[in-house]
C-alpha cells in the first residue's frame, strides 16, 4: 500500500508530535557545577605535571591529562589575604580594599575584612539558585561580619587565615578557631589532620548537593608553613615533608574528582585547581618551602615566581582533554566566566578586572586578554601586555628592603625569556613607551577605597 507523498509528510509529523507528547515535557538544562581548589603558597614547578622530579601528583597528573593545563596562568598579588579577595570578586585588591599601606594580609588582630558590599562569586550564584560551601582557610575577615556566611556561603568549614597564626608562634594571638559555619567547634586543631577532614567534608557537600546546582570553594590551608602531614603521607616523598605535604594535597584532589565520576556529576561539573600565589622560597633550604620552576623569585614579589602559578582546569567532555593552553589569564578570569555559565547575572555598578574565558577553556578560543597588572600592596610594580613585561618597582621575597624604583624601568620578552634574565628595554623603547602610557591609562581608572588591612583591633597595637 502506497501513500501520497503529502499524506506521508503529514503521517511522520503526527507521529514526531505524538512521540513528543508521550515523553512529556523537555527537562531544563541544569546549570554546571563549580568547584575551585585554591592550595596555598603552591609554586609553579611543584607538581609532577609541572615538572618537578620528585615530589609526585599522579591525581593532579590525571587531572591535566583528562583536562587543560595552563602555563601562564596567574594571580592579582602574591600573598595570601589580597589573592583571595580578588579570585572571589574578579576584581583588583585596590578596587575592593583588600590591601594596605602598612600590612601585606590580615592578622587575628585585624579589624577589617572584605567589604560586605563586594558581590562574590557565591553570593552571586546563590542569587541565581546554587548551594554554595566553602571549605578551609578563608582570611578574608575573622570578625562576625566578614565571615563567609555573609558574603554569600551557606556551609563553611575551616579556619579564618593561615595556618601559621597560632599561639605556639605569637604569644599575642588567640587559641586558632575551626568554623563550622558561624560557631566555633574546636580551638587549635591538630593539623596533622587537617586535610583529611577537609576532604571528607567536601565529599559530604557534593553528596549532599548532588541533586542542585552547587558552587564549592575549597583553599586548603597547605602547602602553607608550618608544614604538617598525615601519619599516611608521612615519609612517603623523596622531597621531604613538604613533598609528603604536596602529595596529601594531591590526594584530597583526587578524592573530590572521584566523588564526581561517582556520582555522575563528572560531566557537569567544572573543576578548577590553582594557588593563591608563588612559594615561600627563602624556606628552601630547611625543606619547608616550594619551587617556582624556570620562573625568577617567589611569594611576596611581582617577579613571576610570585605570581604566576599552576593551574588546572578540568570539565570531562566541555574542557579538551590533553591540552597545553598558553593562553594568558588571571583568577579574576573565574568570576565573569563561572557567572557567565550560570546565568547569573554580572554587576553593572562596579569595574571588574576579569574577563570571560570559556572560550578558551573549551579550546575555541588561544587568547581572551594579555594584559596582567602585578600589584604589591597598594603600588602597581609591573603590568604584562603580551610577550612583553615591564618592572616600574621590584623587590625581592626576603622583604627585607623597601620596593626599588627602575628608572628607566626593566623589560622582559616573557615568551623568549620566561626566568626574566635579560633586560632588553635599551633595544626596545617604544614598547617601554606603550607600557608607561598603560601603567597611567589603568592608574586613573583605580579609585581610592578604605583599606582593609591597616585597620586594627582597639588596644592591639602592632
Same mark, same amino acid.
Given at each position: 500500500?502506497?501513500?501520497?507523498?503529502?499524506?506521508?509528510?503529514?503521517?511522520?509529523?503526527?507521529?514526531?508530535?505524538?512521540?513528543?507528547?508521550?515523553?512529556?515535557?523537555?527537562?531544563?538544562?541544569?546549570?554546571?557545577?563549580?568547584?575551585?581548589?585554591?592550595?596555598?603558597?603552591?609554586?609553579?614547578?611543584?607538581?609532577?605535571?609541572?615538572?618537578?622530579?620528585?615530589?609526585?601528583? +599522579?591525581?593532579?597528573?590525571?587531572?591535566?591529562?583528562?583536562?587543560?593545563?595552563?602555563?601562564?596562568?596567574?594571580?592579582?598579588?602574591?600573598?595570601?589575604?589580597?589573592?583571595?579577595?580578588? @579570585?572571589?570578586?574578579?576584581?583588583?585588591?585596590?578596587?575592593?580594599?583588600?590591601? %594596605?599601606?602598612?600590612?601585606?594580609? #590580615?592578622?587575628?588582630?585585624?579589624?577589617?575584612?572584605?567589604?560586605?558590599?563586594?558581590?562574590?562569586?557565591?553570593?552571586?550564584?546563590?542569587?541565581?539558585?546554587?548551594?554554595?560551601?566553602?571549605?578551609?582557610?578563608?582570611?578574608? %575577615?575573622? #570578625?562576625? !561580619?566578614?565571615?563567609?556566611?555573609?558574603?554569600?556561603?551557606?556551609?563553611?568549614? %575551616?579556619?579564618?587565615?593561615?595556618?601559621? *597564626?597560632?599561639?605556639?608562634?605569637?604569644?599575642?594571638?588567640?587559641?586558632?578557631?575551626?568554623?563550622?559555619?558561624?560557631?566555633?567547634?574546636?580551638?587549635?586543631?591538630?593539623?596533622?589532620? /587537617?586535610?583529611?577532614?577537609?576532604?571528607?567534608?567536601?565529599?559530604?557537600?557534593?553528596?549532599?548537593?548532588?541533586?542542585? +546546582?552547587?558552587?564549592?570553594?575549597?583553599?586548603?590551608?597547605? $602547602?602553607?608553613?608550618?608544614?604538617?602531614?598525615?601519619?599516611?603521607?608521612?615519609?612517603?616523598?623523596?622531597?621531604?615533608?613538604?613533598?609528603?605535604?604536596?602529595?596529601?594535597?594531591?590526594?584530597?584532589?583526587?578524592?573530590?574528582? =572521584?566523588?564526581?565520576?561517582?556520582?555522575?556529576?563528572?560531566?557537569?561539573?567544572?573543576?578548577?585547581?590553582?594557588?593563591?600565589?608563588?612559594?615561600?622560597?627563602?624556606?628552601?633550604?630547611?625543606?619547608?618551602?616550594?619551587?617556582?620552576?624556570?620562573?625568577? !623569585?617567589?611569594?611576596?614579589?611581582?617577579?613571576?615566581?610570585? *605570581?604566576?602559578? +599552576?593551574?588546572?582546569?578540568?570539565?570531562?567532555?566541555?574542557? $579538551?582533554?590533553?591540552?597545553?593552553?598558553?593562553?594568558?589569564?588571571?583568577?579574576?578570569? #573565574?568570576?565573569?566566566?563561572?557567572?557567565?555559565?550560570?546565568?547569573?547575572?554580572?554587576?553593572?555598578?562596579?569595574?571588574?578586572?576579569?574577563?570571560?574565558?570559556?572560550?578558551?577553556?573549551?579550546?575555541?578560543?588561544? =587568547?581572551?586578554?594579555?594584559?596582567?597588572?602585578?600589584?604589591?600592596?597598594?603600588? /602597581?610594580?609591573?603590568?604584562?601586555?603580551?610577550?612583553?613585561?615591564?618592572?616600574?618597582?621590584?623587590?625581592?621575597?626576603?622583604?627585607?628592603?623597601?620596593?626599588?624604583?627602575?628608572? $628607566?624601568?626593566?623589560?622582559?620578552? #616573557?615568551?623568549?625569556? +620566561?626566568?626574566?634574565?635579560?633586560?632588553?628595554?635599551?633595544?626596545?623603547?617604544?614598547?617601554?613607551?606603550?607600557?608607561?602610557? @598603560?601603567?597611567?591609562?589603568?592608574?586613573?581608572?583605580?579609585?581610592?577605597?578604605?583599606?582593609?588591612?591597616?585597620?586594627?583591633?582597639?588596644?592591639?597595637?602592632?
Amino acid at each position: 500500500m502506497s501513500f501520497p507523498k503529502k499524506a506521508l509528510r503529514l503521517i511522520l509529523l503526527l507521529g514526531s508530535m505524538a512521540g513528543t507528547a508521550l515523553a512529556g515535557p523537555q527537562k531544563p538544562v541544569r546549570p554546571p557545577n563549580v568547584i575551585v581548589i585554591f592550595a596555598d603558597d603552591l609554586g609553579y614547578g611543584d607538581l609532577s605535571c609541572y615538572g618537578h622530579p620528585t615530589i609526585r601528583t +599522579p591525581h593532579l597528573d590525571r587531572m591535566a591529562a583528562e583536562g587543560m593545563r595552563f602555563t601562564q596562568f596567574y594571580v592579582a598579588a602574591p600573598v595570601c589575604s589580597p589573592s583571595r579577595a580578588a @579570585l572571589l570578586t574578579g576584581r583588583l585588591p585596590v578596587r575592593n580594599g583588600m590591601a %594596605g599601606k602598612q600590612k601585606v594580609v #590580615l592578622f587575628p588582630y585585624s579589624a577589617g575584612g572584605l567589604p560586605t558590599g563586594e558581590i562574590t562569586i557565591a553570593k552571586a550564584l546563590k542569587v541565581a539558585g546554587y548551594t554554595t560551601g566553602i571549605v578551609g582557610k578563608w582570611h578574608l %575577615g575573622h #570578625l562576625p !561580619e566578614y565571615l563567609p556566611a555573609n558574603h554569600g556561603f551557606d556551609y563553611y568549614f %575551616g579556619i579564618p587565615y593561615s595556618n601559621d *597564626m597560632i599561639p605556639a608562634r605569637n604569644k599575642s594571638y588567640p587559641p586558632m578557631p575551626l568554623y563550622k559555619d558561624s560557631k566555633v567547634v574546636e580551638e587549635n586543631p591538630d593539623q596533622r589532620g /587537617l586535610t583529611k577532614r577537609y576532604t571528607d567534608e567536601a565529599v559530604a557537600f557534593i553528596r549532599k548537593n548532588k541533586d542542585k +546546582p552547587f558552587f564549592l570553594y575549597y583553599p586548603n590551608n597547605f $602547602p602553607h608553613e608550618p608544614l604538617l602531614v598525615s601519619d599516611a603521607y608521612k615519609g612517603k616523598s623523596k622531597r621531604g615533608l613538604y613533598g609528603d605535604v604536596v602529595a596529601e594535597l594531591d590526594w584530597s584532589v583526587g578524592q573530590v574528582l =572521584k566523588t564526581l565520576k561517582e556520582q555522575g556529576l563528572d560531566k557537569n561539573t567544572l573543576v578548577i585547581f590553582t594557588s593563591d600565589n608563588g612559594p615561600t622560597i627563602q624556606d628552601v633550604h630547611r625543606e619547608s618551602g616550594g619551587s617556582a620552576g624556570l620562573l625568577y !623569585e617567589g611569594k611576596k614579589t611581582t617577579y613571576e615566581g610570585g *605570581m604566576r602559578v +599552576p593551574a588546572i582546569a578540568w570539565w570531562p567532555g566541555t574542557v $579538551p582533554a590533553s591540552r597545553t593552553c598558553e593562553a594568558v589569564a588571571t583568577t579574576m578570569d #573565574l568570576f565573569p566566566t563561572i557567572l557567565n555559565l550560570a546565568k547569573a547575572r554580572l554587576p553593572q555598578d562596579r569595574e571588574l578586572d576579569g574577563v570571560d574565558i570559556y572560550p578558551v577553556l573549551t579550546g575555541k578560543a588561544d =587568547k581572551a586578554s594579555d594584559v596582567v597588572f602585578y600589584y604589591n600592596q597598594t603600588d /602597581l610594580y609591573a603590568i604584562r601586555k603580551g610577550p612583553w613585561k615591564i618592572h616600574f618597582i621590584t623587590r625581592s621575597s626576603t622583604g627585607k628592603e623597601a620596593g626599588v624604583v627602575q628608572d $628607566p624601568p626593566l623589560l622582559y620578552q #616573557l615568551e623568549v625569556d +620566561p626566568s626574566e634574565r635579560f633586560n632588553v628595554s635599551k633595544d626596545n623603547p617604544a614598547v617601554v613607551e606603550e607600557l608607561r602610557k @598603560l601603567y597611567a591609562d589603568h592608574t586613573r581608572t583605580v579609585k581610592p577605597v578604605p583599606l582593609q588591612f591597616d585597620r586594627m583591633i582597639e588596644n592591639h597595637a602592632r
